[in-house]
């Protein structure tokens, strides 16, 4: 049977890992090391350099030293990630040909795509060496809240590097299937991912028989133990600043020894109590004295550098956890998984926020390449019994006539997974529509990322609404989106597999929707919709009058006070079923509030 690799490509360290003879194991380095920095040099005299050794003369070559590529990946240059990237890093961070991000190494630009295949190629190699053989397939692991864009580009990456990258799965998800791995668990799990570089919460049920299936899941791709450093490298920045006027930051050899040392200070912190940052000849006062850099942080200045980043991640668990629509007590288990874990705040607020001791029991740098490795193995071998069952992390839709963006694929859904919709023409005549994907959670469709675009021409001449055009979204095993747009009449049809837009501005983004407005379809629900809507709306406003009165009369009693929730509860689901502009869902909320109304009116007339 073929051998497939499980490659976790992370920010800070890759990691490689097989499954032999059904047990999973991490793939060590020829240095014994069993993850790898993700980072790649090139020497003055043109060597390429990756992992450790590229780790090793990163400061004395700091302009050539990659690191944290994956925060870039998939990025336009002018996301704020970019703008931020290009600011505090080493390295040089310059605009590609289509807006695209480029890294240059030695007056030779890279695309990050082609750093990242630097990275897995030496995962390849690690393992080929272990293994005696070529090995030519893999699943990577790509953070849970990556979108199409950062998948397709890590995708892209495997095929650079000469790898048939056979699945793109989640991170948290792959750490569950580890951390279930033949034990014949029923459980729900949540997996608190917190790396070098992203975030990520899943929420998991663990069923029999190996099925793996995820209920929710959210994240933040740019929060991680870097910008911890970068805290750290503030704080150091400024002390310095105070002290003796210089700014540490114009100096690239400088700012990599900043980086080397925070990194370093951090850690340690996680098990003394305080630590000294020791930088000595740290930069030249200009007056050819020598100025050294020496503090002393404590812990308890570290969590308070880094309470607001620990807060966003507890925050994002409430959040997942309303979206699973469970409680705190349903989650059997906290996986911890990635290096920042093993911070003792981190852990005191993971445990304060599920109320439960988190599960230290898997290793957290290497749980995620043994799941991918896992997940490989299953997909080579049908004799193994195991069933994985994602979502996709955002909702995923087009945007329609008077820039409403239409959900066809909600978040958290389960993939793969196809589903279909029916728009009309927006206009008398209209001959062509564009069809603009695009994915996010937001009801304004310029607020969500666009996707990609395409146009589907040759309609029939008709009045508007009258061509009905049926629009098909796929998301398949690795997430990645396809889309096709259909003439009901005609048959014609047109599709995309969603990459088109990495390469454009934000300006010309804008442009090509404000272009669009005239092309868009419409909704075919429309009047259906504004009907509900307007019934709904009447009663809300009915109730809402009552609402003081009916209080006043009820509030007393342990009845009253349930009804008067539930009544709330009801309005506030009507609302939400307006804001998307769901036809089908007002229409169930008006059953809710007729009978609120009713209710209403009873409890007033009999005072
Ligand atoms: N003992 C420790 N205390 C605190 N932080 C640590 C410790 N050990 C490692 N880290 C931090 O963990 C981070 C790396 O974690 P990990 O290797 O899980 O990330 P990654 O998988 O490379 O990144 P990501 O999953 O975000 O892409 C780094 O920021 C590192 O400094
Ligand atoms: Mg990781």
Redesign the pocket.
């Known amino acids: 049977m073929e051998k497939v690799i499980g490659i976790?490509l992370?920010?800070?360290?890759s990691c490689v890992a097989i499954v032999e003879n059904g047990t999973p194991v991490v793939i060590p380095n020829r240095g014994g090391y069993k993850?790898t920095p993700?980072m790649v040099a090139v020497t003055e005299a043109g060597k390429r350099l990756v992992g450790h050794i590229a780790k090793r003369q990163a400061i004395t070559n700091a302009e050539n030293t990659v690191y944290a590529a994956?925060r870039l990946i998939g990025r336009k240059w002018n996301s704020p990630q970019v703008k931020n990237a290009v600011a505090t890093s080493s390295y040089r961070i310059v605009e590609g040909p289509h807006n695209d991000v480029r890294i240059v190494l030695r007056d030779k630009e890279f695309s990050v795509p082609e750093i990242s295949a630097m990275v897995l190629q030496e995962m390849k190699v690690i393992a080929e060496d272990y293994l005696g053989e070529t090995v030519s397939k893999a699943v990577v692991t790509v953070?849970a809240y990556f979108n199409d864009n950062q998948r397709q580009a890590t995708k892209d990456a495997g095929e650079i590097a000469g790898l048939d990258v056979i699945r793109i799965i989640n991170?948290p998800t792959a750490a569950a299937l580890s951390y279930g791995f033949g034990r014949n668990i029923e459980k729900t799990v949540a997996v608190y991912?917190f790396?070098?570089?992203?975030f990520d919460i899943s929420i998991l049920e663990i069923g029999a028989h190996g099925v793996f299936k995820v209920i929710a899941t959210a994240g933040d791709t740019f929060l991680?133990?870097?910008d911890v450093?970068a805290r750290i490298i503030d704080w150091l920045v400024s002390g310095f600043k105070e002290e003796h006027g210089i700014d540490l930051r114009q100096d690239r050899m400088a700012l990599q020894r900043l980086k080397d040392a925070a990194?370093k200070a951090?850690?340690e912190l996680?098990s003394v109590r305080e630590t000294e940052v020791n930088l000595p000849f740290i930069i030249s006062s200009g007056r050819n004295e020598a100025l050294h850099l020496q503090r002393t942080l404590t812990r308890q200045t570290l969590e308070e550098l880094s309470d607001d980043l620990i807060e966003r991640t507890v925050d994002i668990c409430k959040q997942t956890l309303e979206d699973a629509k469970l409680g705190k007590d349903e989650v059997e288990e906290v996986v911890l998984v990635?290096?920042?874990t093993?911070?003792p705040k981190i852990q005191q607020s993971v445990q304060s926020f599920f109320e439960k001791e988190p599960n230290k029991g898997v290793h957290?740098?290497e749980v995620v390449a043994l799941g991918a490795a896992i997940q490989g193995a299953a997909l080579v071998d049908d004799k193994q019994e195991m069933v994985l069952l994602d979502v996709t992390p955002h909702a995923l839709g087009i945007m329609t006539f008077g820039s409403y963006f239409e959900e066809l694929i909600p978040q958290n859904t389960t993939v793969p997974t196809h589903r279909t919709k029916i728009f009309t023409t927006s206009r008398d005549n209209q001959t062509a529509v564009k069809i603009l994907v695009m994915q996010g959670e937001s009801q304004r469709a310029e607020e969500n990322e666009l996707l990609g675009e395409f146009i589907l021409t040759g309609l029939r001449r008709a009045p508007k609404g009258q061509v009905e055009i049926e629009v098909t979204f796929e998301i398949n095993a690795d997430g990645i989106v396809s889309v096709r747009a259909k003439d009901l009449e005609t048959g014609l049809e047109q599709s995309i597999q969603v990459t088109a837009t990495s390469g454009l501005t934000k300006d010309e983004i804008k442009s090509m929707m404000e272009n669009a407005k005239d092309d868009l379809v419409d909704r075919r629900t429309s009047e259906e919709f504004e009907a509900a809507k307007q019934e709904a709306e009447k009663l809300i406003g009915e109730i809402e009058k009552l609402f003081p009165q009916v209080q006043q009369i009820v509030a007393s009693s342990d009845f009253g006070r349930d009804a008067i929730e539930k009544a709330k509860a009801i309005v506030d689901k009507a609302r939400a079923a307006i804001e998307k502009r769901d036809a089908a869902a007002v229409k169930e909320q008006i059953e809710g509030l007729t009978r609120t109304h009713r209710m209403f009116k009873g409890v007033v007339a009999k005072t």
């Open positions: 976790d992370g920010t800070t360290n993850t993700s994956k953070p991170e991912d790396g070098g570089g992203t991680g133990g870097e450093d990194e951090k850690c996680s990635g290096g920042m093993r911070m957290p740098d």
